[in-house]
Nanobody, 126 residues
Framework: QVQLVESGGGLVQAGGSLRLSCAAS????????MGWFRQAPGKEREFVAAIRRTGLNRYYADSVKGRFTISRDNAKNTMFLQMNSLKPEDTAVYYC???????????????????WGQGTQVTVSS
């Protein structure tokens, strides 16, 4: 089992940047593929980005491609989401998640992830 804690959210103006962190404890962090999801009020939780165990392969939702960068530091049991050129539509609670299953293609469905953090609020003002 792994415990996940997000941090780094906040209020930022459109065009600004934020860096989210996801600290993991428990079982070996490097044994999990990791993902970021977000959920805006009244909307379903949606995929943002994911990264394989080694960090060599990264995947993004079309809505954030070119603006967000996912990364991980297995030595520090931490995953990051660098968010640049933020837009008001990026406003949501952001969650990190861990997937314990070995898959040929990284998971993009929330239901495929086994462990979740509590979320961190990101608010982008126009």
């Amino acid at each position: 089992q792994v415990q996940l804690v997000e941090s780094g959210g906040g209020l930022v103006q459109a065009g600004g940047s934020l860096r989210l962190s996801c600290a993991a404890s428990g079982r070996t962090f490097s044994s999990y593929a990791m993902g970021w999801f977000r959920q805006a009020p009244g909307k379903e939780r949606e995929f943002v980005a994911a990264i394989r165990r080694t960090g060599l392969n990264r995947y993004y939702a079309d809505s954030v491609k070119g603006r967000f960068t996912i990364s991980r530091d297995n030595a520090k049991n931490t995953m990051f989401l660098q968010m640049n050129s933020l837009k008001p539509e990026d406003t949501a609670v952001y969650y990190c998640a861990a997937d314990a299953t070995t898959r040929p293609i990284v998971a993009r469905r929330a239901s495929d992830y086994d462990y979740w953090g509590q979320g961190t609020q990101v608010t982008v003002s126009s």
